[in-house]
């Protein structure tokens, strides 16, 4: 099965700054990964999904790539706000069957004025 | 377009009770999902439904834990006879295909 690994590791940044967070997998290569966003106590809110073709993607403040080679994806939040602090989940697909997502435990990000 | 809805959002049960979460998805969403996330650890996956039809239990225990998805009506994640073990946030999520999933906000299951 796939095994994921993210930074179990708090990362503190300052307001303003590029955050980077890190997910590591192993086994097989997916066709496509996802990021989602979890605040305590509350469900995940997807984020974005890069292909396996496709090396970066953008959606406003946020910059996902995906490196199949290596097996890791990079997700960037710039000029971070303290709004951003929340948990980040790194999830891929089930082998064969797609459908059922892999999630890594997560990093928790947190952004100080 | 409202989103995943769970009820309820928190409940107890004494051991050996039965639990039931309910699960409505986002309008037009015919695949659902249910996940159990235990303190400190990650979202683990159980079960994948689409209308009247289990796709894909391999993350459901065997025994005491069933789900369905009714014609009608929201998806049901049933545990019978519940032990202390079984106290985590369980999730529900929804999509219109394959990828990207719609979370709703979790039930809360405490066991004393």
């Known amino acids: 099965s796939q095994k994921i690994e993210q930074n179990s590791e708090a990362l503190n940044i300052q307001e303003g700054k590029t955050a980077t967070l890190t997910c590591n997998y192993t086994?097989?290569?997916?066709?496509?990964l996802q990021w989602y966003r979890q605040d305590p106590g509350r469900g995940p809110v997807f984020l974005l999904l890069?292909?396996?073709?496709?090396k970066e993607k953008r959606k406003e403040r946020l910059k996902v790539t995906f490196d199949t080679t290596l097996k890791q994806s990079l997700f960037h939040i710039t000029a971070s706000q303290p709004a951003d602090s929340a948990t980040y989940l790194c999830?891929?697909?089930?082998?064969?069957?797609?459908?059922?997502?892999?999630f890594g435990t997560g990093t928790r990000l947190q952004v100080t004025l | 377009n409202a989103g995943v809805m769970q009820n309820p959002r928190h409940l107890v049960r004494r051991r050996g009770q039965e639990a039931r979460l309910r699960c409505s998805p986002m309008k037009g969403h015919s695949h659902v999902y249910w996940y159990r996330q235990l303190p400190e650890e990650g979202l683990k996956f159980m079960v994948y439904l689409q209308k009247e039809n289990i796709i894909d239990e391999s993350g459901m225990p065997k025994e005491r834990f069933s789900a369905e998805f009714p014609k009608e009506g929201p998806s049901i994640l049933r545990i019978q006879q519940v032990v202390r073990g079984d106290s985590a946030a369980y999730f529900c999520a929804s999509s219109p295909a394959r990828e990207e999933q719609y979370f709703g906000p979790g039930t809360r299951l405490t066991v004393t």
């Open positions: 890069i292909r396996e073709n496709e």
């Open positions: 086994n097989y290569s997916p066709a496509y």
């Open positions: 999830a891929l697909p089930g082998a064969g069957t797609a459908s059922k997502l892999t």
